[in-house]
């Protein structure tokens, strides 16, 4: 899959096909993770991979999924993620800067790998981390700062262009239809683009 196509139509996936993902995949995702850029290239994130059954369940249990279409776009029983890839920071390897950036590299590595791969995500930041660390056995130092849900997609998700009139904070909310299909919509890139001169537009 070209680059491109890979950034455009990449979606959060909330719904999944229950066949397995293969070990060496889940390895190669957490391989194209570290190949990122890293702070003072000090490469704090650590990937915890969970598959097994009831740690997946549990694991779940600690997250909180679609804030606007809840509890219709929360992943049923039957449609749970698969697997999950939780970004963790080694905190003594922090730089001055924080590794927000370092998580959110590559985090997006491995969303964009996943989906050239056939293999739909969500990026997800509700988690009850106390609860996650404990459920994983993470040692004290290891902080769990995203967990990646992973799995084949059982719906298809699409973004929706805004019109540049579109603004404000009810216009983003991204919706499913009855058919369970994933609306997200996307802010116009005419309210999001500022040329400081002219030849663009
Ligand atoms: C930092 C971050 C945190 C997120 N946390 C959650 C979350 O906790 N639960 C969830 O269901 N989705 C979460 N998402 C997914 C967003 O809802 C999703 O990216 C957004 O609706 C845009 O959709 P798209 O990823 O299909 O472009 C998160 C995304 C980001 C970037």
Known sequence: METRQAIWNRRSVRSFSQEPLEPALLRDLADAARQCPSAANLQPLEYVVVTEK??????FGCLKW???????GVPDEAHRPTAYIVVCVRQQDVAPTGSAFDVGAATMSILLLAH?????????RSINRPRAAKLLGLPEGIEVDSVIALG???VEAVAVDLEPGQQGKEVIRYWDDETGKHFVPKRSLVNMLHWQHHGGK
């Open 116 to 124: 050239d791969q056939g293999v739909g995500s969500c990026w997800i």
């Open 54 to 59: 009831k740690q997946r369940d549990e694991l």
């Open 152 to 154: 084949r997609p059982a």
């Open 66 to 72: 679609a804030a606007y279409t809840a509890p219709v």
